[in-house]
């Protein structure tokens, strides 16, 4: 550690030049392949939209065993794609998360089983509508007690939030006295009724009779309410071209009767999902989980460098005499420490881009909330390393000539890496642990796959579990390493 320390110093002075190096080489390819671009016959033709999707709204969007998205809403945008020459991205963010996507401009379009409504007409524009839906309830496979709005007085009722689901349970909540409880994925909502949390969720019907013959253990109790129909959404007033080529294209498929085989192999009987046991569970997921916790790990890496030259940084400025500095690396643990995680990652990923029109991938929004996050508390971690080494070393040094560098370098900082090293690890532990909530902006880490797994195979106590052991085998491996690195070291 001690020989360690300068060397991270050096480093962290390279830094904006490997920034920049890495801007300039971006510039590059982003005009070698703006210059790649084909002569465009269509002004959608030879692009690249992002399309923002749900989690799970089986059948219109769900992963497949090896991970990959599919469903009618997936096949349908495929399909005019590539019918309109050009390419899409899908990212699936999540209901609310993807029509806060879009209307931040991090997404071009959204397809997500979506209802044409008037209120959503003020801020979006609709493709014409590509399927009739409706709103219904459903409750635990063995509950006899609820048959209808009537027995939900007192109750609690699971629904998607910002769904018309959710519109419909608040329009009749005060006729039959029951409270909403809005959840983030269908997945989850099912899991609260069988838990019992909630006595009975309302979606939309396709949605629930797929759920149904895939074994969620729910079932119907009413018809279903008259509902509006999905369409795919643009911000209001653009991407026309992408909207004008939607139509074109879906129109296509229904002439031609692909819209037909799409809706088929989807919904007439789907197959039921074969129950395999925990190890059958395990081996058919453990593809994706390693490509999330390789996120996660990447992201935890990532967050950790740039918060130790936080740290660094705003840490010396706590400790320095100089009044100006210490306010700004004051402020800046306030700011970052006084605020949680949560809300941070959601201003960098929707807030931050709606605000200043810039749009950010989800790793950069990640990495940004969590090394300013951590590096907030870092700063904390040096500052106290730094305060706890015995004055009298520094004046010692001081008096025997040493400059006040050379002393910082020589003798405090060495002792203080020392002190420091314990909570360093700490927070690598809790930064590692933050990354889950990078699920809620759409990060694919290990958190995100667990609930895309368990969304479309309702297992959610099982999946949790593996996902769980995964956190906590790679931690334990990291912390020994650490510890053994820490003795190494700092002898
Ligand atoms: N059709 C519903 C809505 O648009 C729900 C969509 C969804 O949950 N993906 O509000």
């Known amino acids: 550690m001690r020989r360690l320390f300068p060397v991270l110093v050096r480093r962290a002075r390279a830094l904006p030049w490997l920034v920049a190096v890495l801007a300039v ?63 899409v991205e899908i990212k699936s963010l999540g209901f609310d998360a993807a029509l806060q996507a879009l209307q931040s401009n991090q997404v071009s379009g959204v397809i997500a ?38 027995q939900l007085r007192g109750k609690t009722v699971a629904v998607k939030r910002g769904s018309e689901g959710e519109t419909f349970a608040d329009s009749i909540k005060g006729k039959y006295g029951f409270t909403v409880k809005p959840l983030d994925q269908s997945a989850t909502m099912y899991a609260d009724v069988k838990a019992g949390n909630s006595v009975a969720v309302f979606d939309d019907y396709p949605v629930l009779a797929y759920g149904i013959s895939q074994n969620n253990g729910l079932k119907t109790v009413t018809d279903k309410e008259q509902g509006s129909s999905y369409g795919f959404a643009v911000n209001k007033g653009q991407n026309p071209e992408l909207l004008a080529a939607f139509n074109t294209g879906l129109a296509e498929l229904k002439s031609s009767g692909e819209y037909q085989q799409i809706l088929d192999k989807y919904l007439k009987d789907p197959t039921a999902a074969t129950q395999s046991g925990f190890f059958g569970l ?51 643990v306030s700011i970052f420490r006084g605020t949680p995680l949560l809300v941070q990652a959601f201003f960098f990923y929707f807030g931050l881009p709606q605000m200043t029109g810039v749009p950010m991938d989800v790793l950069t929004a990640g990495v940004l909330t969590l090394s300013l996050n951590a590096g907030a508390y870092m700063t904390e971690i040096v500052r106290g390393g730094i305060q706890s080494v015995d004055p009298g070393q520094l004046e010692a040094s001081r008096s025997l000539g040493l400059s006040y560098v050379t002393s910082m370098r020589r003798v405090v900082v060495p002792q203080a890496v020392k002190i420091m090293t314990p909570s360093f690890i700490n927070q ?44 906590f085998i790679v931690i334990t491996l990291l912390t020994q390493l650490s510890n053994v690195l820490d003795r190494k070291f700092n002898k």
């Open 25 to 87: 080489l971006a510039l590059f390819g982003g005009a070698a392949t703006a210059s790649a671009e084909p002569a465009a016959q269509s002004p959608v033709a030879g692009k690249t939209y992002v399309i923002g999707t749900d989690t799970t709204f089986a059948p219109f969007e769900f992963q497949d065993g090896s991970g990959n998205q599919t469903g009618i809403d997936m096949d349908l945008i495929r399909a005019i794609a590539q019918k309109q020459g050009f390419t």
């Open 113 to 150: 089983g979506m209802s044409i409504t008037d209120e959503r007409r003020n801020i979006f524009d609709f493709s014409d509508p590509y399927f009739d839906s409706g709103v219904q309830m459903a409750v635990a496979k063995g509950n006899t007690d609820v048959t209808g709005y009537e």
């Open 282 to 332: 395990l081996t058919d997921s453990f593809p994706a989980l390693m490509k999330g916790l390789g996120l996660t790990l990447l992201a935890t890496l990532l967050s950790l460098l740039v918060a130790l030259v936080l740290g660094i940084v705003f840490g010396f400025f706590k400790v320095s005499e100089n009044v100006v500095l210490r306010g700004i690396a004051t402020t800046y």
């Open 428 to 471: 690598f532990v809790i930064t590692l642990k933050d990354t889950s909530l990078l699920a809620v902006i759409g990060f694919a880490e290990l958190t995100y796959q667990g609930q895309q797994i368990y969304a479309s195979n309702f297992r959610t106590g099982e999946t949790l579990l593996i996902v769980a052991a995964l956190y």
